[in-house]
T-cell receptor, first 117, second 113 residues
Framework: NAGVMQNPRHLVRRRGQEARLRCSPV?????VYWYRQLPEEGLKFMVY????????ESGMPKERFSAEFPKEGPSILRIQQVVRGDSAAYFC???????????????FGEGSWLTVV | GDSVTQMEGPVTLSEEAFLTINCTYT??????LFWYVQYPGEGLQLLLK?????DKGSNKGFEATYRKETTSFHLEKGSVQVSDSAVYFC????????????FGAGTRLFVKA
């Protein structure tokens, strides 16, 4: 998986709590992507970030979800007031700076499995 | 918009059987095409890719050819092993300046000994 590190790998939250998922991209990569995989489904794009900027958040739910990629430190996907429907695997991926249009491989982490009880 | 359609699973095969998992896509221009594999409880690993028409991606005995005329990128392997049991995802990235990778729904493969 080329070094994308996600934590925690497994997270259990009660309804109404907050979930924070962290992603450290491959060293030197400045593009980060978050995807969500619901049970028995494919991956759905959520958000694409570069350092300190959100480039495309068209897949993010409008409420309760937010993402950041600060100048220093990992990218964070934050889910406030979690509900059962948020239970899913959340995958982070990264790619290097200067990657042009298309054709570029993105490298996935091993995912964070969120269970809301 | 751009999309990827895969054959529904699960696909169950005996060891050493021939594998085909169909994938077709809808996209403008010439997207890049990928196959990813996901083993139980793990993340996605890139299996192979092709970036232009008629390119053939190959890895670990798996192959797929980028067919522009049929907008397809079918995955094949001549002789599957039990260790190939996993979920396989076909995906594309558009060549229009965006970075959004679009995935098919995945096809689960079971290989019996």
């Amino acid at each position: 998986n080329a070094g994308v590190m996600q934590n925690p790998r497994h997270l259990v939250r009660r309804r109404g709590q907050e979930a924070r998922l962290r992603c450290s991209p491959v060293k030197g990569h400045s593009h980060v992507y978050w995807y969500r995989q619901l049970p028995e489904e494919g991956l759905k794009f959520m958000v694409y970030l570069q350092k300190e900027n959100i480039i495309d958040e068209s897949g993010m739910p409008k409420e309760r979800f937010s993402a950041e990629f600060p100048k220093e430190g990992p990218s964070i996907l934050r889910i406030q007031q979690v509900v059962r429907g948020d239970s899913a695997a959340y995958f982070c991926a990264s790619s290097p700076p200067g990657t042009g249009a298309g054709g570029n491989t993105i490298y996935f982490g091993e995912g964070s499995w969120l269970t809301v009880v | 918009g751009d999309s990827v359609t895969q054959m529904e699973g699960p696909v169950t095969l005996s060891e050493e059987a021939f594998l085909t998992i169909n994938c077709t896509y809808t996209a403008t221009g010439y997207p890049s095409l990928f196959w990813y594999v996901q083993y139980p409880g793990e993340g996605l690993q890139l299996l192979l890719k092709a970036t232009k028409a008629d390119d053939k991606g190959s890895n670990k005995g798996f192959e797929a050819t980028y067919r522009k005329e049929t907008t397809s990128f079918h995955l094949e392997k001549g002789s599957v092993q039990v260790s190939d049991s996993a979920v396989y995802f076909c995906a594309l990235t558009p060549n229009t300046g965006g970075f959004k990778t679009i995935f098919g729904a995945g096809t689960r493969l079971f290989v019996k000994a």
